[in-house]
């Protein structure tokens, strides 16, 4: 079959990706950072957040590190052959982050151009083994603070293996879900791969996103972009990695 986005009008925005050097998991160095914003642009990508973990115990970022890092970077980002770049975090979803999250500490997705959010989009990911207890209520907690929850990879999680429903309260309390691509070509996992496409099926996925680690990951990422075309349609994969991440960010189409 031929591949569909040989010649796809450009403008992805990718909502999960570590590209920041030396926060997190993520990029190592500079040139690796730059290695992979140029890797994503040429996959499509016009527009990359930054979302470098927030962790306490793991990754100990708080906003103040994770904005500092970010402007380090400046010095480098002045190349045309780059997409635009902006500075969300990912968020462990614990109670020490939940705590920030309410107190405005936390690192929500920039609000951008004229059509803002009536809630900002925060991305939050938790354990891959459990949810935590009361999830679904602590989602409302954030709605109540302004903040639209964006579940990072929920086809990664083994409480979505065994029953998808698990997602619904999240959703019905105002979550949306955001795929992993890559998820599509089973960097994963077959199981994984399996609930990603289920998800599909089922239209539960409001965005998709490259979650790139390291500059060798957008090659993965452009061929899980054209997987999905193949699978969902032209149409469908536009939504979601266009216009579902512009709507998420208050972009207007």
Aim: glycine content about 8%.
């Amino acid at each position: 079959m031929a591949r569909v986005y040989r010649t796809i009008v450009r403008g992805f925005v990718d909502l999960h990706c570590h590209w920041i050097a030396g926060i997190d998991d993520g990029a190592r160095t500079v040139d690796a950072s730059l290695a992979m914003l140029r890797g994503l642009k040429r996959a499509g990508f016009d527009t990359v957040m930054a979302t470098p973990h927030m962790r306490p115990g793991m990754f100990d970022n708080d906003r103040a590190a994770l904005e500092a890092a970010f402007e380090a970077m400046r010095p480098h980002l002045a190349d045309p052959e780059l997409p635009a770049v902006h500075l969300a975090s990912e968020h462990f979803f614990d109670e020490i982050v939940f705590d920030r999250l309410l107190r405005g500490e936390g690192l929500p997705y920039p609000a951008l151009g004229d059509g803002k959010p009536r809630r900002r989009g925060v991305l939050v990911e938790v354990s891959p083994q459990a949810f935590p207890p009361r999830l679904e209520r602590r989602f409302f907690d954030l709605s109540r603070a302004g903040l639209r929850p964006v579940l990072a990879h929920p086809e990664r999680y083994q409480p979505v293996w065994k029953d998808d429903a698990c997602l619904d309260p999240l959703i019905d309390a105002g979550a949306c879900l955001l795929l992993d691509v890559c998820a599509l070509v089973g960097k994963y996992g077959r199981a994984a791969q399996r609930a990603a496409e289920k998800l599909l099926d089922d239209d539960a996925y409001e965005a998709a996103c490259s979650d790139a680690h390291r500059p060798e990951d957008a090659e993965v990422v452009a061929d899980a972009v054209e997987v999905l075309g193949e699978r969902m349609g032209r149409e469908e994969a536009e939504r979601l990695l266009r216009a579902g991440p512009r709507g998420i960010l208050g972009l207007s189409e």
